[in-house]
T-cell receptor, first 117, second 114 residues
Framework: DTEVTQTPKHLVMGMTNKKSLKCEQH?????MYWYKQKAKKPPELMFV???????INESVPSRFSPECPNSSLLNLHLHALQPEDSALYLC????????????????FGSGTQLSVL | AQSVTQLDSQVPVFEEAPVELRCNYS??????LFWYVQYPNQGLQLLLK??????LVESINGFEAEFNKSQTSFHLRKPSVHISDTAEYFC????????????FGQGTRLTINP
């Protein structure tokens, strides 16, 4: 199994809603990532978890709340989002050997397309 | 901080023609360099990467990229493209010794025409 599975694939929510994005991998990876990709733009890193601990938060607004309940799961809780938060949210995982390791490779999910009305 | 510039937002090419996708980077420290490909409605996949050693790196599907330190470039090439190569290609960098952090360029949409 070399997949990163993200659910749901599409999500439409209002600005007062609370929703969650889910990401799952069963490759034994110990690093998991959330990226945000707006239309026709490159992915931008939001959060990194290493061994289930938050290691990087790229100054993301608190209306985005990540959670890593175990080494296979990564959630992104959403609350009081703005229309400009509409984007493709990508999850990724890696073995966490460090990018200097030739065998280190990020595996990306196909993303959740989020629309905030 | 690092930044990546992909000079071409779109590159249309005929099938079996050669292609070069350009990537330049800026960084105050040494970096690792990557090319990722994103097919429609999919996540990103690693195509190839440069960590150290030989400046020419190759992928299993015929792409290659050459690291040029003096020109701070990491251009991607393929001598003969196929329809299936149609995708968005992202160049990315990560600082050596730094955290697991990739900075992506704006992307180049490669369109292969029959």
């Amino acid at each position: 199994d070399t997949e990163v599975t993200q659910t749901p694939k599409h999500l439409v929510m209002g600005m007062t809603n609370k929703k969650s994005l889910k990401c799952e991998q069963h490759m034994g990876h110990r690093a998991m990532y959330w990226y945000k990709q707006k239309a026709k733009k490159p992915p931008e890193l939001m959060f990194v978890y290493s061994y289930e601990k938050l290691s990087i938060n790229e100054s993301v607004p608190s209306r985005f709340s990540p959670e890593c309940p175990n080494s296979s799961l990564l959630n992104l809780h959403l609350h009081a989002l703005q229309p400009e938060d509409s984007a493709l949210y990508l999850c990724a995982s890696s073995q966490d050997r460090g990018l200097s390791n030739m065998k280190e490779k990020l595996f990306f999910g196909s993303g959740t397309q989020l629309s905030v009305l | 901080a690092q930044s990546v510039t992909q000079l071409d937002s779109q590159v249309p090419v005929f099938e079996e023609a050669p292609v070069e996708l350009r990537c330049n980077y800026s960084s105050s420290v040494s970096v690792y360099l990557f090319w990722y490909v994103q097919y429609p409605n999919q996540g990103l996949q690693l195509l190839l990467k440069y960590l150290s050693g030989s400046t020419l790196v190759e992928s299993i599907n015929g792409f290659e990229a050459e690291f040029n330190k003096s020109q701070t470039s990491f251009h991607l090439r393929k001598p003969s493209v196929h329809i299936s190569d149609t995708a968005e290609y992202f160049c990315a960098v990560s600082p050596r010794g730094g955290a697991q952090k990739l900075v992506f360029g704006q992307g180049t949409r490669l369109t292969i025409n029959p």
